[in-house]
């Protein structure tokens, strides 16, 4: 889970992903991807396999849960979460990142 502000969004020929750039706002529950937290501001790459979803525009912030593709790159397919963030958010993400997983490994 991230939130960021989408700063392009590219969606290139039919037959291949598009890509959406995100400035990273905060990173949440990565500790099990191996993913270090990026310095705010830092840029990321997302891989959008769907050309009409999910719809990112330019300039918006927003909360993502995406996967991991297997070359281990960022994806967002079209039946990820993706909501507008706003700030009042940060303290619930902060909280429910400090929370231990109660699922089986």
């Not at 590219?10 to 598009?18: F, K, L, N, Y």
């Not at 397919?77 to 231990?100: C, E, H, I």
Request: aromatic share 4%.
């Amino acid at each position: 889970v991230l939130t960021g502000t989408v700063k392009s969004v590219s969606r290139g020929p039919p037959q291949e992903p598009g890509w959406a750039v995100v400035s990273v706002l905060s990173l949440y529950k990565s500790g099990g991807l191996g993913v270090p937290q990026p310095a705010k501001g830092a840029t990321l790459r997302l891989q959008l396999p769907c050309r009409l979803c999910p719809a990112l525009k330019k300039g918006s912030s927003y909360v993502l849960m995406g996967r991991l593709g297997g070359d281990g790159g960022a994806l967002l397919p079209p039946d990820a979460f993706v909501a507008p963030y706003r700030p009042q958010q940060q303290q619930v993400l902060g909280n429910l990142s400090k929370r231990p997983c109660r699922g089986s490994p």
